[in-house]
């Protein structure tokens, strides 16, 4: 590789966002692929966003036409059954889906949710999620919310001691 190419690397992997510490590889391989399928479709995802309840999604996204889901990535059955706060995420989207790798059981996740299995490379939708819009009050508190969290992201990427002091 040219000396000029190894530099570009460099600055492309400084401009990733750093792990946080809470998610394990799998789960960081499901995120990616989920954030993959979206691109896909024309969505904008953001990972790891912070809820006005103070909850974390796991992964939120914003449609061209202003619809909003939230992905909760699940990589064991233990991590489901200990988790009960996936049901508050209906206030704060259209669709909810679970993403898991593909050999999650299946049969344990709700039916009231959509479906994605996915990998480090890409996703698929096993079942869509049922549509339920949210109020036009709570569309717009959330939109800006994401939209302010993307530009944040993104200037501390371009300048990570912005702000500080």
Not at 80 to 96: G, M, Q, S, V
Request: net charge negative; charged share 30%; aromatic share 6%.
């Amino acid at each position: 590789m040219s000396t000029q190419g190894h530099e570009q690397r460099e600055r492309w992997r400084d401009l990733s966002l750093p792990e946080d510490g809470r998610q394990s590889a799998r789960a960081l391989d499901v995120q990616r692929g989920v954030c993959r399928h979206l691109m896909g479709l024309g969505l904008a995802p953001l990972t790891e966003f912070t809820l006005a309840t103070g909850r974390r999604a796991d992964v939120i996204a914003l449609g061209s036409a202003g619809e909003i889901l939230i992905i909760e990535i699940k990589t064991s059955l233990a991590d489901l059954r200990a988790d009960n706060k996936w049901p508050e995420y209906h206030d704060f989207c259209d669709r909810l889906f679970f993403a898991v790798p593909e050999d999650f059981p299946m049969s344990e996740l709700p039916s009231e949710t959509g479906l994605l299995i996915a990998d480090r490379y890409g996703a698929e939708m096993l079942r869509d999620a049922p549509l339920d819009k949210i109020a036009a009050a709570r569309r717009k508190a959330v939109t800006l919310r994401i939209a302010r969290a993307g530009s944040l992201r993104l200037s501390r990427l371009a300048d990570p001691d912005a702000g500080l002091g």
